[in-house]
């Protein structure tokens, strides 16, 4: 059998490394292929990751980069389709809902060649969301879904998507946490940085409706405040760092970085008080560890981290961030109850789908 995987972006690597790593278990004699979009490319954001993750050198780089949401899928489009014809796969798998999830499913669809989604059926039901529009495309073509939460499955049945094409098999991105946990644990990184653990704010923001307007002056002012009650450590994601040299302002009492590893990202995730974020992934990577989430955006396609009731979805509004001390003082911290196959044995399932046929 013969298996490309298409990855693109630091989540994509979190999510598709377990799966690699099965599939090449399971199916020693076949081919697996790993194509890199490039769309992720900095060392900080794609080397150090794919490394930590023991993900192998992909065989393919299509260094496609950055550029406008068409640029980027047509040039990975363009790039793809070469790298297809060679390979003949059977099955393209292809994570999550960035732009490269997009770009390949349609190339390989469009070549007949069978798409097999992970992490798929989540809505936010948000049209002006890029990645809602990436979700709905690779749903729609991909022959074999693969689920990691309840809403998922209703979400799919509502749009008529057949029962067969889905597959309930839990959450990727929890089995690369598992697998990683002895380390990450044993990191240390909140001495490292000399914030007190369980006693600090972690803070991720990058989507384009929250940091490429006005929006991330005030945030930028509201953590300046909260760094008042408690140190705020900051990854800055390539994009937001950029969007910051155009505001002019001071960052006092913020420990702002570079993005960070995986290993020390997690280590601070564990270790922290409270997570203010606007990414999918780290709603549910604090669902898992029991960490008060709180997310500053509108929705979220993800309410199984709500229902879970680590993460509070505070709106697009930077002045909310204010209210995280009351609302962590409100709170106990209750021990963390992972959603159903949250159990790090997700990937282990997808390769049973597909090794026995079904995919
Ligand atoms: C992408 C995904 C988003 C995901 C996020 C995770 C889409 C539509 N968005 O957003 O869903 O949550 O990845 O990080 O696919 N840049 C660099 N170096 C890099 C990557 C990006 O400098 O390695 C800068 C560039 O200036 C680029 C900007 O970041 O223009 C945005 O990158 P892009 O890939 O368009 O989207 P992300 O914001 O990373």
Not at 152 to 163: Q, S
Not at 245 to 261: F, I, K, Q, R
Not at 320 to 348: C, H, Y
Request: hydrophobic share 45%; net charge negative.
């Amino acid at each position: 059998m013969r298996i490309v995987y298409v990855i693109g972006t630091r989540p994509n690597f979190v999510k598709m490394a377990p799966v690699v790593a099965a599939l090449r278990a399971r199916l020693p004699d076949g081919r697996h292929s790993i194509v890199h979009t490039g769309q992720h490319y900095d060392h900080l954001m794609s080397d150090v990751f794919l490394e930590e993750l023991g993900v192998p050198a992909p065989d393919h780089l299509l260094e496609v980069g950055s550029g406008s949401h068409a640029q980027q899928t047509a040039w990975t489009m363009e790039r793809l389709e070469p790298v297809l014809n060679d390979e003949r796969p059977d099955l393209v798998m292809v994570p999550g809902d960035v732009n490269s999830t997009l770009a390949a499913t349609l190339t390989a669809v469009k070549m007949g060649i069978p798409v097999a989604h992970i992490e798929s059926g989540l809505r936010s039901f948000d049209r002006t969301m890029p990645e809602e529009i990436n979700r709905i495309v690779a749903d729609e073509f991909s022959e074999h879904l693969f689920l990691h939460c309840s809403e998922a499955l209703e979400n799919l049945r509502a749009e008529g998507i057949a029962e067969e094409r889905m597959h309930f098999v839990g959450n990727t991105m929890i089995d690369t946490l598992v697998a990683l946990e002895d380390r990450f644990r044993a990191a240390g990184t909140a001495a490292r940085l000399g914030v007190p653990k369980g006693g600090f704010m972690l803070v991720t923001l990058h989507r384009p409706a929250l940091v490429d307007g006005p929006l991330l002056a005030e945030t930028m002012h509201q953590l300046a405040a909260l760094a008042r009650e408690m140190p705020v450590v900051f990854p800055v994601h390539p994009r937001t760092r950029k969007m910051l040299e155009e505001v002019e302002a001071e960052h006092p009492g913020l420990l702002l970085s570079d993005p960070l590893g995986y290993l020390d990202f997690l280590s601070l995730l564990a270790d922290a008080g409270a997570v203010l974020t606007d990414s999918g992934g780290i709603q549910e990577e604090t669902t898992y560890l029991g960490i008060p989430c709180f997310t500053l955006r509108d929705n979220t396609e993800r309410p199984v981290t709500i229902r879970a009731g680590t993460n509070t979805l505070l709106g697009l509004d930077p002045a909310a961030i204010a209210g995280i001390p009351a609302a962590l003082a409100e709170r106990p911290r209750q021990p963390p109850e992972p959603p159903p196959l949250w159990d790090g044995n997700a990937a282990l399932r997808i390769a049973d789908v597909v090794v026995e046929g079904a995919a």
